[in-house]
Every structure is written in C-alpha cells, then in structure tokens.
C-alpha cells in the first residue's frame, strides 16, 4: 500500500507564488518519474511538469521558465515552485509517482489533489 499526500495548495494573487509537495509512503522499493498534472474545471488533465530519479525535468510548454519541478530521493517528495502565477493556473494539481513497490510490482500512483486559485 502507498499513500501520495499532497499539501501546499491555495489561493494566489496574479504574479504570486505557491509551493506545493508531495509525499510518498507505504510498501515503497524505489521511485521512478513523479511529477505533476492539473486539471482545471471543464478541461482535461494536462502534464505540467515530470522529473526522473536521476533528475531530468519535463514541463509543459506554458509553464516552462515560471514553474520548477524538483525531489528529494531520501524524503521520497517531489515539489513544484509555481511562481509568477496567472489566473488560467487555477486547477486542482495532481503529483503522481511511478513506484517500485517491496513485491517488485510497479504501479503509477496519485495524490488526492490540491486546489490552486490565482485570483485577484
């Protein structure tokens, strides 16, 4: 059994800046990539950032230069820097993890969510 707990979420102003993290824990061997997705209300979810266990970073296009994504192996947490916040960043944000569990089974877990509001 792994747990994803989310924490860091809330409400922005326009050009503020939030930090959300995410906790992994349970029957965990290793983790592989973890990361980000957010949905916002009508929309699909949509990638916002990925990062491997050796550290190699993806962002979507639209958050490239704003948003840093990074981990801490040995806390088994992933974390997202959100700064220069727009309102079209209002979503609930997932992390997910890609986890090798004690058994040796590898499954893609997520968090419950974390809703960000960037709204003046």
């Known amino acids: 059994q792994v747990q994803l707990v989310e924490s860091g979420g809330g409400l922005v102003q326009p050009g503020g800046s939030l930090r959300l993290s995410c906790a992994a824990s349970?029957?965990?061997?290793?983790?592989?990539?973890m990361g980000w997705h957010r949905q916002a209300p009508g929309k699909s979810r949509e990638l916002v950032a990925a990062?491997?266990?050796?550290?190699?970073?993806n962002y979507a296009d639209s958050v490239k230069g704003r948003f840093t994504i990074s981990r801490d192996n040995a806390k088994n947490t992933v974390y997202l820097q959100m700064n220069s916040l727009e309102p079209e960043g209002t979503a609930v944000y997932y992390c997910?993890?890609?986890?090798?569990?004690?058994?040796?089974?590898?499954?893609?877990?997520w968090g419950q969510g974390t809703q960000v509001t960037v709204s003046s």
């Open positions: 997910y993890g890609f986890i090798t569990l004690t058994t040796r089974a590898s499954v893609n877990y």
């Open positions: 349970g029957s965990i061997f290793s983790i592989n990539a």
């Open positions: 990062i491997t266990s050796g550290g190699g970073t």
